[in-house]
């Protein structure tokens, strides 16, 4: 009988009922203790989820030492100082996305996690999607030929609908708008998602990019409280990839009538592939050989995959410390979010 490996929850906000949901369906895993700085946010939570120990500070949890490995589910602003304590402390980690807020500090977190010898992981979500997968491999298979056109999308309708809650007066919501609370606006939120998306369905990475970011007017004065709502809602960036094909990735809080949904279209010059994404489900359909002349698409069946949780158990279970999405990868992603807050400025295309 293997010793199961014990979990410690950093941050028991939104998502991380998501990480329990998951991690507690994995049977080797016992989830032995959450930490948040809100004392009754963190007491709701283990009584929710059966967690026998709750903390207040990392400091003392770290004091009392009893577990393997932690899912950092805190505000994008605090993964950095408190997954560089765990690192040194000797705790596996996956952390929340985006790695931090900026490319220095996540270059950091990447360069001591590889020399911790540690499991290090990033939640992109999106990874589990087994459509993405599938269409990755049809694109390193050639199913479709030679990449040339790549557009890929992250729509939400937060600012527009109170689908997910009332962002006017919930902190949750309101730490995402505003720069000095850490956030990068949806280009830092869900921009990283799309970057992943786009470049790991389509087999590539991006090379060069041009963006421009927007922030609308949502508050008189666009202040709310302690929250200067100064965070980009909308982005739109073209992209060249390293196997030459060209792009289009936006994103928008604003995509009226879409709860959350991703999309990538791949074009190469014998077919193409469509994924989407959605909260009700996930579809990957092709344009291939002979369908090219009508422009016929056929929906693609997939198996299921290995979600990023089970990723982490499994890799510290086998030491693979080079499980993907790994931390080095997530800082490459934030190094062009970086780039493009540049391009907004300078208004021209830089390389990665
Ligand atoms: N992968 C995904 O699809 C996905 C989805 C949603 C959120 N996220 C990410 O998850 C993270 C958390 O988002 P959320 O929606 O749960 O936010 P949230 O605001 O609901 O929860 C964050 C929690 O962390 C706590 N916290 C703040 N500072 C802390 C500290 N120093 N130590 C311990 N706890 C602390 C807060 O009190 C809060 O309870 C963010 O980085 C976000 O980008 C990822």
């Known amino acids: ?138 694109v390193i298979g050639g199913d479709i030929g030679r990449v040339r056109h790549i557009e890929a999308s992250y729509l939400q309708s937060w600012l527009v609908s109170k689908a997910w809650g009332d962002w006017a007066t919930e902190s949750q919501w309101l730490w995402r708008l505003s720069t000095k609370h850490g956030s ?37 004065g666009n202040k709310i409280g302690e929250y200067d709502l100064d965070a980009n809602d909308s982005f739109t960036m073209t992209t060249e990839f390293t196997n030459g094909a060209m792009g289009v990735i936006h994103a928008s809080r604003w995509a009226t009538g879409h709860l959350n949904e991703l999309r990538l279209r791949v074009h190469g010059d014998k077919g193409a592939l469509e994924v989407i994404h959605t909260l009700e489900g996930s579809s990957l359909r092709a344009c291939l050989n002979e369908d090219v002349e009508t422009a016929l698409w056929r929906e693609i069946e997939v198996d299921p995959v290995e979600t990023n949780y089970q990723k982490f158990i499994a890799a510290i279970r086998s030491g693979n410390t080079l499980q993907e999405p790994g931390f080095r990868h997530a800082a490459n992603l934030q190094k062009i979010l970086d780039l493009a807050m540049i391009t907004e400025v300078e208004r021209r295309e830089l390389a990665v």
């Open 184 to 220: 990068n606006g949806v280009l830092g939120d869900v921009g990283i998602h799309i970057l992943d998306f786009a470049g790991y369905g389509a087999a590539t990475d991006i090379d060069h990019i041009f963006a421009r970011l927007k922030t609308f007017e949502k508050a008189p």
């Open 1 to 138: 009988m293997m010793k199961p490996i014990r979990l410690l929850v950093l941050g028991t906000g939104g998502m991380a009922n998501n990480h329990v949901m998951h991690f507690s369906t994995i049977s080797d895993v016992q989830v032995v203790a959450a930490v948040d700085v809100d004392i009754a946010t963190v007491r709701a939570f283990a009584t929710r989820h059966g967690i026998p120990n709750t903390f207040t500070s990392l400091d003392e949890a770290i004091a009392w030492g009893e577990f393997d490995a932690v899912t950092n589910v805190t505000p994008d602003r605090i993964h950095y100082p408190t997954t560089l304590q765990l690192l040194a402390a000797g705790k596996h980690v996956m952390c929340e996305k985006p790695l931090a807020e900026s490319y220095a500090k996540a270059d950091e977190m990447a360069t001591v996690a590889e020399a911790s010898g540690l499991v290090n992981m990033v939640n992109l979500t999106y990874r589990n999607v087994a459509e993405v997968q599938k269409a990755r491999q049809m």
